[in-house]
């Protein structure tokens, strides 16, 4: 029978809360891929996971859509300790209620779900299989300054978090960092695989800035695979490729978001698309369901574009 009432709560560790969460029993008893997915950076687990559920059934796969304590503007949210322990004991609780094929549990989300995404991609390396981060803010102070001069409201969002500005206040900056996947992003190094993925105009249409993804990259890469600063100024500029690092590839996952640049190192890719502040969940899966713990990343998004993105701007 299929469920029908998908919320529970599962016991978050650090501070020995109960926490919420959407989830979804795939069928049958043998072991089935777990997917944690992430909300965006103003919503909760009561939000839309439509796009990730019709996924997971389609796929039989577990899935999780857990609260991590909210929307990104109280201090319990955003990249906290707390946050880091609801997405690593959600895990637990789906495995603590059906059985898990545990050399394939994946973490994706975009945007505010980006930015949780590649902080648990750091803080807790050894979980994912494979980590798929969509539009993702990796430095929270350095997105205040650019909130704040677009005068995008987040930055009064991270000013109520942090109790402060990051830019002037040396203690809010220190926990701003603390909230920040570019603090950890290097030594996680190679430890799981990531891919990352933005539209060339998130910054202008959107609200995410690309040189946040490029800075996560940077960390995750190594040093030969590196973007020099000069090119991710002309990108974000400028919202195009230069020519040296233009993809002349093609891959029909994207559809009409066309892949304008690409790179691997190591276990990290990075993609630039034609496209905004978006997560394209056709590419999503079709890369998550290709990956296994202790194989060699496989980077292919899928071979069918399913038509369907979430323009984060529209919430």
């Known amino acids: ?16 809360t109960m926490q919420p969460a959407c989830f979804y029993k795939a069928a049958g008893d043998e072991p089935r ?3 944690v997915a992430l909300h965006t950076w103003s919503f909760g687990y009561d939000s839309d996971w439509t796009s990730y559920l019709i996924r997971c059934k389609k796929l039989n796969w577990h899935l999780i859509y857990p609260h991590f304590r909210g929307p990104n ?23 603590s209620v059906c059985k898990v094929d545990t050399d394939r549990i994946y973490l994706v989300g975009g945007s505010g779900g980006g930015h949780a995404s590649l902080l648990l991609a750091a803080r807790a390396s050894g979980l ?10 990796s430095n929270v102070g350095k997105w205040h300054q650019q909130c704040f001069e677009k005068q995008r409201h987040y930055w009064k969002h991270i000013e109520d978090v942090c109790g402060g500005n990051p830019g002037t206040d040396e203690a809010v900056a220190k926990d701003a960092a603390h909230r920040s996947p570019v603090t950890y992003l290097a030594d996680a190094k190679n430890k799981t695989i990531v891919d990352i993925g933005t539209g060339i105009h998130d910054g202008h249409t959107g ?6 993804a490029f800075d996560a990259f940077n960390l995750l890469a190594d040093e030969a695979d590196r973007f020099s600063s000069e090119d991710i100024a002309y990108m974000v500029e400028t919202e195009k490729i230069p020519e040296h690092l233009q993809f002349h590839g093609d891959d029909a996952a994207y559809g009409p978001y066309k892949v304008l640049l690409r790179r691997v190192s190591g276990n990290t890719r990075i993609t630039i698309f034609e496209g905004s502040h978006d997560i394209l969940y056709g590419p999503a899966f079709g890369f ?7 194989q060699a990343p496989v980077w292919n998004s899928g ?7 979430n323009n984060e701007l529209t919430k």
């Not at 201090?75 to 637990?92: M, Q, T």
């Not at 994912?128 to 803010?137: G, L, Q, R």
């Open 288 to 294: 998550l369901q290709q990956q296994v713990r202790g």
């Open 73 to 95: 503007w109280t201090p319990d949210a955003l990249g906290s300790d707390l946050v880091v322990s609801d997405l690593k004991s959600c895990v637990d609780y789906v495995k």
């Open 1 to 16: 029978m299929e469920q029908l009432d998908y919320k529970i709560e599962f016991l978050s560790e650090l501070d020995q």
């Open 207 to 212: 609200s995410v800035p690309i040189s946040q």
């Open 303 to 309: 071979t069918v574009y399913d038509g369907e993105s």
């Open 128 to 137: 994912w299989t494979a980590v798929s981060s969509w539009c993702p803010i």
């Open 33 to 35: 891929p777990l997917v």
